[in-house]
């Protein structure tokens, strides 16, 4: 059973920047599809971003392209998966989770506006404030 230990986060104004991290670990085969979550105050959770690391492919919400990246590195028990945040609007402000996304093909890993993605586990979740 895979753990996801998540950290960063935080209280910015907007435009400004932030990264979260979150780091696997536990797993018997190394997650192929990682992925950043959010969930505003009373909404229901979305899909940010994810990383295939397969291919070394990132996928995004339209809502964050061009502001957030995901990133990933692997060790050889522990995988990080890294959420760079720039620009940051009002409408970021959300708990973020990070997650692994239980697949091993890449059309199970891509973000799509309405789709669920299989997650095999979730991070504790970690609070993101963007203040106007």
């Known amino acids: 059973q895979v753990q996801l230990v998540e950290s960063g986060g935080g209280s910015v104004q907007a435009g400004g920047s932030l990264g979260l991290s979150c780091v696997a670990s536990?797993?018997?085969?190394?997650?192929?599809?990682m992925g950043w979550f959010r969930q505003p105050p009373g909404k229901e959770r979305e899909a940010v971003a994810t990383?295939?690391?397969?291919?070394?492919?990132?996928?995004?919400a339209d809502s964050v392209k061009g502001r957030f990246t995901i990133s990933q590195d692997n060790a050889r028990n522990t995988v990080t998966v890294y959420l760079s945040m720039n620009s940051l609007k009002p409408e970021d402000t959300a708990m973020y989770y990070c997650a692994a996304v239980r697949t091993w093909a890449l059309a199970g890993c891509t973000v799509v506006a309405g789709r669920r993605l299989d997650i095999s586990a979730w991070g504790q979740g970690t609070q993101v404030t963007v203040s106007s």
């Open positions: 536990g797993y018997t085969f190394r997650p192929t599809c």
């Open positions: 990383f295939y690391s397969g291919s070394g492919s990132a996928f995004y």
